[in-house]
């Protein structure tokens, strides 16, 4: 671990805006040994029940919720745009049907129980506090809800508490 340093959250210089909806990030999380990560740009951080939190939402058709829903912690991580193209693949390919993180240049390593990736510019630890599917009748938008779901695979809400914040030295 000694490439990385821990720093707070109120420490963590980047746009949130930027680095979640523009730069992407990878959402990681272990089942029985195994690890699966996807490309999301969707989300936030924030502050909730006195804690600094990430809000990500998943689909029940991403593999990756599979490792979410089983595991109590998931890693966010962010990279330099060199991994473009990584991301844009973990994020069109499932881990259902290939071993998709073999194919890139991204290493596991784990801390504190969590996997994420040696490669990450900035990490963020999370142990979940708050799983909800999204349901139809809860928009009070409802074009948002035709132009994203029309009824299907609506995305599961998870907030989780970050516990430490990686930044590579
Ligand atoms: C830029 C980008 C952002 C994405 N954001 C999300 C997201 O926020 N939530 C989600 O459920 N899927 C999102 N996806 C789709 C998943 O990354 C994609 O379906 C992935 O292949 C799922 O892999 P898995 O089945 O191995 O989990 C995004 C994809 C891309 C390329």
């Given amino acids: 671990?000694?490439?990385?340093?821990?720093?707070?959250?109120e420490d963590i210089k980047a746009n949130p805006f930027h680095l979640i909806g523009k730069e992407w990030m990878l959402v990681t999380a272990e089942m029985n040994g195994k690890v699966n990560t996807m490309t999301?740009?969707?989300?936030?951080?924030?502050?909730m029940w006195n804690k600094d939190v990430v809000f990500v939402v998943i689909r029940p058709s991403r593999?990756?919720?599979?490792?979410?829903?089983?595991?109590?912690?998931?890693?966010?991580?962010?990279?330099?745009?060199?991994?473009?193209?990584?991301?844009?693949?973990?994020?069109?390919?499932?881990?259902?049907d290939e071993n998709k993180i073999s194919k890139t240049s991204?290493?596991?390593?784990?801390?504190?129980?969590?996997?994420f990736f040696k490669q990450a510019k900035t990490i963020l630890l999370c142990?979940?506090?708050?799983?909800?599917?999204?349901?139809?009748?809860?928009?009070?938008?409802?074009v948002i809800e035709n132009q994203i779901y029309n009824g299907e695979d609506y995305h599961t809400l998870y907030i989780a508490e970050i516990t430490k914040v990686l930044i590579s030295d």
């Fill in 40 to 47: 999301a740009n969707w989300g936030g951080v924030g502050v």
């Fill in 106 to 115: 991204l290493e596991i390593i784990y801390e504190d129980n969590t996997p």
């Fill in 1 to 9: 671990m000694s490439n990385f340093k821990t720093i707070s959250p």
């Fill in 63 to 96: 593999y990756t919720k599979e490792f979410v829903d089983h595991s109590s912690t998931f890693s966010l991580t962010f990279f330099d745009q060199s991994h473009r193209n990584e991301l844009a693949y973990l994020g069109s390919v499932s881990g259902k």
């Fill in 127 to 142: 142990k979940k506090l708050f799983a909800q599917p999204y349901k139809k009748e809860s928009f009070v938008d409802l």
